[in-house]
């Protein structure tokens, strides 16, 4: 007899704690669709409860997803115990598929009537809506970076987010890190940026298992996104960041390393060893890159930089 849990391990993973990702970003101006759906009930007995009233305040398919993905935000929390709600057994394949078909419709109802969920509620809830808006989009799984821990481990296959596509336009989601943080307790937090992120800077974080999923014209690797500095700092790219490997070596940090962020300004630089407190950093500024030298003897497993006390990168440490 075989048993199936959906996703029961990375209980943390699915949140990012996105203190430097919050931010109101994205081209349109949608301040009218979210002010409107903020006037929404707070759950519904179904989701075509909310698709009706998506559908009698907004017309255009974009307004529509951005309700959608604002409601979302707004009115479901993060709720780790969720991923032990949803277990079955099955003998059979027919049985397996069966069971997983009613799974999915046990989670989207939670989500929509008591404003709970993990990754998979939030996913498949915006999917279910688009469904019913008549909006092309599918569910994503894959991997996810949300800590310095992450760089070099294998791929993991822990986060589910949203791809939709208008126009013939693929827009990436992820109503779960929309929503806000976890520690400890679910921290309430809405923010845009998971809307519709240009591809790129979404895949400084987000690896799909199926790699065309992340809609962009270069190739990397599952190694060489398991292999890059965590960069959180929203507009950062890997490319303005050195060194670009995201393990160093603490015999190498003890003599010293030079951190360049290109395109960062900043009046003060500290840094972080595990959970140790900031420790302030010497640097300077030069042609548009900050220059910063760390050398300490440490024990520590990671290391982040901070800019105006925001954390900019993160690094792996080993010995």
Known sequence: MHSLLLHKKHIFVCLLVVLCFSTSGISQDYAKVDATVSFYPKSFVTTQGLVEKIKKDFINPKEQLRAGYSWLINNVAYEPQEYYTYQFQYRVLEERNEKMAETREAIISRTIQQGIAVCEGYALTLERLCESLEIQAYVVRGDTKTRPSDIGRPFDKNHMWMVAVIGDVPMLLDPTWGAGRYQDRFIKSPSYYYYDTPAPLFLKNH??????DAYVDFDVSKKAFSERPLVIQKELTVDQVSPKEGIIKSKVLSK???????????????YTLDTSEKIKADFKI?????LCMIAV??????????????PVIGYKIKR
């Not at 030069?286 to 900050?290: A, G, I, K, M």
């Not at 003897?297 to 925001?310: E, F, G, P, R």
């Open 286 to 290: 030069e042609n548009n890159t900050l």
């Open 256 to 270: 010293g390393i030079v951190f360049s962020l290109e395109g960062i300004k900043a009046a003060a630089i500290s």
């Open 207 to 212: 690896y799909p298992e199926v790699f065309d």
């Open 297 to 310: 003897k440490t024990k520590a497993q990671s290391l982040v930089i901070y800019a105006d006390d925001q």
